[in-house]
């Protein structure tokens, strides 16, 4: 790993800013820090373990300011979150263990295959307006998609908001607030097991993990903010054209 100069630090902290805003309002930001760590000279699976740190706390943040804004009171939330676990241990299982030259290119692939999937299906992550929201058992296509969501998150986690959203949102018509609180609500429980398994792997770099959190914490805490207070139509062109910009990020990364 290079020295942690100011330049470092700063490119960690602004990169951290910009993704708590992105994951919080829609999804894509480990696009950004992902890469970030690899600049920094971390191997592909320690990059992808310490990104955890960030995604986590930042995760924690965004769900404070949703419960104190009563936007937590969502139906079935313990399921489709005990759902998205079981896929998430698997996920973290697959990464920790693959063997490190697999790690990056499959990393890759999975950034680039989902950027394309929310950029040319949109219809993925399309929000109904005007319905009811309808019970996860009575929708019974959510749970693998679930399942599906905690297995990549556990595995990469770059991207892995849209497809929460698309689960949440296309198959169960949460609006786009209550799909963004579970999407936080299921990352940070994921997230959370997903990164014991990695410290208890010794992959995981403390120092880089909390000054790319530092930016992401203060970036979640704004996006919550902006989160409550702008229209569905808003929320709707922001995740379009963050759409856009993981599918860009995992391209280039």
Same mark, same amino acid.
């Given at each position: ?24 309002? *829609?999804?894509?930001?480990?696009? #950004?820090?992902?890469? &970030? ?8 699976d320690? *990059?992808? &373990?310490?990104?955890?740190?960030? +995604? ?5 943040? *965004?769900?404070?300011g ?13 399921k ?21 030259e ?24 399309? +929000? ?18 679930? #399942? ?19 689960? +949440? ?11 963004? &609180? ?10 959370l ?52 910009? &993981? ?7």
């Amino acid at each position: 790993m290079h020295e942690l100069s100011f330049f470092y630090v700063f490119i960690l902290v602004l990169t951290g800013f910009l993704a708590g805003i992105i994951n919080t309002m *829609a999804g894509g930001g480990s696009n #950004l820090t992902i890469p &970030a760590l690899m600049v920094l000279g971390l191997p592909a699976d320690i *990059a992808n &373990a310490t990104n955890r740190v960030s +995604v986590l706390l930042q995760s924690l943040t *965004a769900l404070s300011g949703f419960k104190k804004h009563g936007a937590l009171n969502i139906p079935d939330l313990n399921k489709i979150v005990i759902t998205t676990v079981i896929g998430g241990l698997i996920g973290a299982g697959f990464a920790s263990y693959m063997p490190t030259e697999l790690l990056k290119p499959t990393l890759l692939i999975a950034m680039i295959s989902m950027a394309a999937i929310i950029l040319f299906r949109p219809a993925t992550i399309s +929000v109904p307006d005007g319905t009811e929201i309808i019970p996860m058992m009575s929708q019974k296509k959510s749970i693998p998609m679930l #399942l599906l969501a905690g297995f990549y998150g556990g595995f990469v986690q770059a991207g892995v908001g849209f497809i929460i959203i698309a689960a +949440v949102a296309g198959c169960l018509r949460f609006d786009l607030v209550k799909a963004n &609180a579970v999407k936080i609500v299921c990352t940070a429980a994921f997230t959370l097991f997903a990164l014991i398994l990695f410290v208890l792997r010794d992959q995981v770099l403390w120092l880089p993990g909390l000054i790319l959190a530092s930016g992401s914490m203060v970036g979640a805490h704004i996006a919550v903010k902006i989160t409550l207070k702008v229209s569905q139509k808003t929320l709707k062109w922001f995740l379009f054209i963050m759409t856009i910009c &993981a599918s860009l990020a995992a391209i280039f990364a």
